[in-house]
């Protein structure tokens, strides 16, 4: 299989902290990863391109600095929400495509719910 | 850019019922997949389908690209099939996925 693997699951914060996101391809390596938002009741909105050795690719209209992506090995990506703020509260999810034989797939992380006070 | 609208944007099913969700988008696609959503908010991976028909159970998906729409079939339906169903196309295959809205399913017992 393909298993991505997403920490925390949860996270309250208080305003102006940051908060990390560490999302790993468990079994095999993953040279991009995904990282999304979803509002309550919406869909995904694709936050960035996080490629392993180089820098991430971001959307527009996505905040380079408040979020700073790493990918500093093949199975590790993080997502570092900076001097967090309540509108940055969401759902955040990490993606990864599959391995060789699964490489046209997608495969999620679980989430995680970023609670800004 | 390529818009992706997903129909019905609810549905209500008795358990043991069928059902088909449909994913219409704008433009040419190298990848579409399906999605479901969980309460929890887990993705699984359905299918992927940029074009034919695959079954995997009682879920089945057609998409037609030359007519840029896709089809997820649901029989005989059970409550944890409940959640939201997403498609999701990359037109480019820039590993740009743009989800639709989504169809939210709830099958009632």
């Known amino acids: 299989g393909a298993v991505v693997s997403q920490h925390p699951s949860w996270v309250i914060c208080k305003s102006g902290t940051s908060v990390k996101i560490e999302c790993r391809s468990l079994?095999?390596?993953?040279?991009?990863m995904f990282w999304y938002r979803q509002f309550p009741k919406q869909s995904l909105m694709l936050m960035a391109t996080?490629?392993?050795?180089?820098?991430?690719?971001?959307e527009q209209g996505v905040e380079k600095d408040k979020f700073l992506i790493n990918h500093a090995s093949l199975t590790l990506s993080t997502l570092t929400v900076t001097s967090a703020h309540p509108e940055d509260s969401s759902f955040y999810i990490c993606?990864?495509?599959?391995?060789?034989?699964?490489?046209?797939?997608?495969?999620f992380g679980s989430g995680t719910q970023l609670s800004v006070l | 850019g390529i818009q992706v609208e997903q129909s019905p944007p609810d549905l209500i099913l008795q358990e043991g019922a069928n059902s088909t969700l449909r994913c219409n988008f704008s433009?040419?696609?190298?990848?579409l997949q399906w999605f479901h959503q969980n309460p929890w908010g887990q993705l699984i991976n359905l299918f992927y389908?940029?074009?034919g028909t695959k079954q995997n159970g009682r879920l089945s998906a057609t998409t037609v690209a030359t007519e840029r729409y896709s089809l997820l079939y649901i029989s005989s339906s059970q409550t944890t099939d409940s959640g939201v169903y997403f498609c999701?196309?990359?037109?480019?295959?820039?590993?740009?996925?743009?989800f639709g809205s989504g169809t939210k399913l709830n099958v009632k017992p």
């Open positions: 999701a196309v990359d037109p480019y295959n820039f590993n740009k996925f743009y």
């Open positions: 433009d040419s696609v190298n990848n």
């Open positions: 389908i940029p074009s």
């Open positions: 079994d095999f390596q993953a040279t991009t």
């Open positions: 996080s490629n392993e050795g180089s820098k991430a690719t971001y």
């Open positions: 993606s990864a495509r599959g391995p060789t034989v699964l490489n046209e797939k997608l495969f």
